[in-house]
């Protein structure tokens, strides 16, 4: 028997040592996955070290489809982890060069698995890879054609949101594969109106960032930006992406400007604290301190690692009394209950006399009895804690 059919026999044994009734449970699923991971990585090094890409491609693929052809509990992110493995054994395959499985075979396999006979959310680990890959000419033209096909088939089922929500992927894609192509930057513009996703001006960006097109990638981000500071919370902080391009061109004050959007988005973020500071003199740099510490909440937990990063301990304390905030008291105590002990000790005490108050449950108690000890260990703790007691 080959080592090929050894991995592959294997792979039924694994499936079958963990299903029951055709399912995997929670208790089961996470076994399965790390029986499956441990057989891609061996079978990854010892496969590729004979030269035998064409089995290891072969190997994935049965491991790809047998793996989403399985009913199973995955809650716990198995399918994620194996697909990782999944994608590294088809890059081993794909830069071998190996002329048994050429880059249009490797292509034929995925594009004969978009046909819907995968399920949904594996057939987009498949997209996702054909789109990333494949770069050759020949293969971007049968990308197109593959999309062209797939939106002109989608149309007579516009009325179903799945279907829409599919025509919007495929859009996306074909957008991304059009500026593979070299296609227009106008007639991508134009094509990109026909796409609602939220993320189609990400990928704008970037596509007009590869054109060279610097001021439309400023204005993209900025629209972005600007949404996300209408709301007061960022999901990815656009005005990052504004500072590293500021900072590329070498203008210092849009630069800074972005910085300082950035880190109102995202108080307390060390990086961001460290990145000012590095951009500004010593000389300036107290005022500046200031000036940013003077324009928050008192008890705005956020800030404290800013706080810390200056030793400014005092506002630290005064955050921690005024929010009360006891997880953040354990997390700087050691210098806290240095410098201020007796103000720790009425912050415990106040948080423990709530906590008696409002206790109805045993998990209540079982944190007012570990007050009592933490009380305990500051300077007439004791006392204190024997009086609540």
Same mark, same amino acid.
């Given at each position: 028997?080959?080592? #090929? ?6 792979? +039924?044994?694994? #499936? %079958? ?6 399912f995997v449970d929670y208790y089961h699923c996470r076994g399965l996955g790390h029986d499956m991971i441990d057989l891609l990585i061996d079978a990854t090094e010892e496969l590729s070290f004979r030269g035998e890409y064409k089995e290891l491609f072969a190997l994935a693929n049965k491991g790809f489809l047998k793996w989403g052809k399985t009913d199973k509990d995955d809650s716990d992110g198995e399918t994620q982890d194996f697909i990782y493995y999944i994608k590294q054994a088809w890059d081993v395959v794909y830069d071998s060069g190996e002329d048994k499985i050429p880059h249009g075979k490797m292509y034929d396999w995925f594009e004969k698995h978009t046909d819907g006979s995968v399920i949904d959310y594996m057939e987009e680990q498949i997209y996702e890879y054909m789109m990333s890959h494949f770069k050759e000419p020949?293969?971007?033209? @049968?990308?197109?054609? /593959?999309? *062209? ?15 829409? =929500? ?26 990109? @109106?026909?796409?609602? %996703? ?11 960032? &590869?054109?060279? *097109?610097? *001021? ?23 005005? /990052? ?18 910085? /300082? %959007? &950035? ?23 107290? $005022?500046?301190?200031?000036?940013? #510490?003077?324009?928050? @909440? ?5 800030? #404290?690692?800013?706080? &810390?990063?200056? +030793? ?23 210098? /806290?209950?240095?410098? =201020? ?8 005490? +106040?948080? $423990?006399?709530?906590? &008696?108050?409002?206790? *109805? @449950? ?20 004791? $006392? ?6």
């Amino acid at each position: 028997m080959t080592v #090929f059919k050894e991995y592959r026999d294997e792979i +039924n044994r694994i #499936f %079958s040592r963990y299903t029951r009734g055709g399912f995997v449970d929670y208790y089961h699923c996470r076994g399965l996955g790390h029986d499956m991971i441990d057989l891609l990585i061996d079978a990854t090094e010892e496969l590729s070290f004979r030269g035998e890409y064409k089995e290891l491609f072969a190997l994935a693929n049965k491991g790809f489809l047998k793996w989403g052809k399985t009913d199973k509990d995955d809650s716990d992110g198995e399918t994620q982890d194996f697909i990782y493995y999944i994608k590294q054994a088809w890059d081993v395959v794909y830069d071998s060069g190996e002329d048994k499985i050429p880059h249009g075979k490797m292509y034929d396999w995925f594009e004969k698995h978009t046909d819907g006979s995968v399920i949904d959310y594996m057939e987009e680990q498949i997209y996702e890879y054909m789109m990333s890959h494949f770069k050759e000419p020949e293969l971007l033209q @049968k990308k197109y054609d /593959l999309l *062209n096909r797939k939106t002109e088939e989608g149309v007579d089922g516009s009325d179903s949101s799945y279907i829409k =929500y599919q025509m919007d992927r495929w859009r996306k894609y074909r957008l991304r594969l059009m500026a593979d192509m070299k296609k227009p930057i106008e007639e991508i513009r134009e094509y990109a @109106k026909m796409i609602s %996703s939220y993320s189609v001006q990400e990928t704008m960006a970037e596509i007009e960032r &590869a054109y060279g *097109n610097i *001021n439309e990638v400023i204005a993209i981000y900025q629209e972005l930006a600007a949404q996300e500071d209408a709301r007061g919370w960022a999901r990815e902080n656009w005005h /990052l992406k504004l500072k590293d391009i500021y900072k590329e061109s070498g203008d210092e004050e849009k630069y800074r400007a972005e910085l /300082l %959007s &950035a880190m109102t988005l995202d108080v307390g973020n060390e990086d961001l604290w460290k990145e000012y500071k590095g951009c500004c003199a010593p000389e300036d740099w107290s $005022t500046r301190c200031e000036d940013l #510490f003077s324009s928050a @909440k008192v008890g705005d937990y956020r800030i #404290f690692p800013w706080y &810390a990063q200056e +030793n400014r301990y005092d506002l630290v304390m005064d955050g921690v009394e005024v929010g009360g905030h006891i997880d953040r008291l354990k997390q700087y105590e050691k210098k /806290l209950k240095e410098l =201020y002990p007796d103000r720790c000790l009425t912050v415990l005490l +106040n948080d $423990t006399k709530r906590m &008696a108050e409002q206790s *109805n @449950k045993r998990q209540d108690y079982r944190r007012v009895a570990r007050n009592l000890r933490w009380i305990q260990q500051y300077p007439n703790g004791k $006392t204190a804690a024997a009086e609540l007691a």
